[in-house]
């Protein structure tokens, strides 16, 4: 190993840095009184100048040529060992989520959303799957004749709804494309349905917002909501299913309002009516099918209990 090799210089370097951390350490068993000025006139003083001499030559070394070369490189080495540690925790972090994005392989553990239960083989989701093409324009009129008398017994009605005279009315202008509709369940509740034909899919009915109210709420209108809770819950519930599908066809809705006619008294899947939390039914709904029993249909959940 020469004198002037890295490893050496380094070695030198180190030496330095820790005798003059050791003479630093030193000079605090000095009194801090001498760190005055004399103009104090401390007894004794004059004992400890030859020690208050090590300032200036500590001073001295620390702006020496050797010592300052030492210091840079090491703070050099710190700057390059924190870069390391950090490309090293890069490297970790990428490498976990890696492994959260791979697929498991068949013969390790499956995860618990896909381990095997009695109710895996239940498909859940906001609208059924239909095969029945989406309602037309023209066809509206048609389905609410047929519609009313499919329910007849249970007393439902769907019917075209026109205010007796709007405010667009009285300024002149109406909007020919929004079609309103109300639906009344007896002694349950009234529910108005906007719906606009888009020209672009032949005159296709979209469902653009459902207002709830209750039966006998005499304030109630498209434009309004509803004084109870209950109904101002499923009012809401019905336009986070309308978002999720926008395309949902007519008919579906109605398949879903339909089943509303046991508001009050449907339980939920926590065998309760009335919810622990605010004391409301169960105004969610959800589409369950077992693909083995072909058992399908709406089912009642409190809001909490989805």
Not at 65 to 90: G, H, R
Not at 103 to 110: F, L, V, Y
Not at 247 to 269: A, E, I, P, R
Request: hydrophobic share 35%; glycine share 4%.
């Amino acid at each position: 190993m020469t004198s002037g090799s890295p490893v050496s210089q380094l070695q030198d370097q180190i030496n330095a840095l820790t005798s003059l951390s050791a003479r630093i350490t030193a000079l605090r068993a000095i009194p801090p009184q001498l760190l005055r000025p004399p103009s104090y006139g401390i007894a004794g003083q004059a004992c400890y100048m030859p020690d208050f001499g090590q300032f200036k030559e500590i001073t001295t070394l620390v702006k020496s040529e050797n010592i300052q070369n030492a210091l840079k490189a090491a703070n050099e080495s710190q700057k390059s060992a924190d870069l390391d540690a950090m490309t090293a925790l890069s490297c970790v972090n990428q490498r976990k989520k890696r492994r959260l994005e791979e697929e498991p392989a068949e013969s390790s553990p499956q995860p618990f959303k896909k381990a095997s239960s009695p109710s895996s083989k239940k498909r859940t989701s906001l609208f059924p799957s239909s095969e029945t093409p989406p309602l037309q324009r023209s066809q509206l009129s048609e389905y609410t004749r047929s519609f009313n008398k499919t329910h007849s017994s249970s007393c439902m009605q769907l019917k075209f709804w026109k205010p007796t005279r709007s405010k667009d009315e009285r300024l002149g202008s109406t909007d020919n494309s929004l079609i309103t509709l109300r639906f009344l369940i007896p002694n349950v509740l009234t529910a108005y349905i906007n719906v606009t034909a888009e020209s672009k899919r032949e005159d296709q009915l979209l469902v653009e917002c459902v207002t709830v109210f209750g039966s006998r709420e005499k304030k109630a209108s498209p434009h309004s909501q509803s004084d109870y809770t209950v109904f101002q819950a499923l009012t809401q519930h019905v336009a986070r299913m309308l978002k999720s599908d926008p395309t949902v066809s007519f008919q579906s809705l109605m398949d879903l309002m339909v089943s509303y006619q046991g508001l009050f008294f449907d339980k939920c899947k926590c065998e309760r009516v009335m919810s622990l939390e605010g004391h409301v039914p169960a105004v969610a709904k959800v589409w369950l099918q077992d693909e083995e029993t072909k058992v399908f249909g709406w089912t009642a959940r409190h809001i909490g209990c989805r």
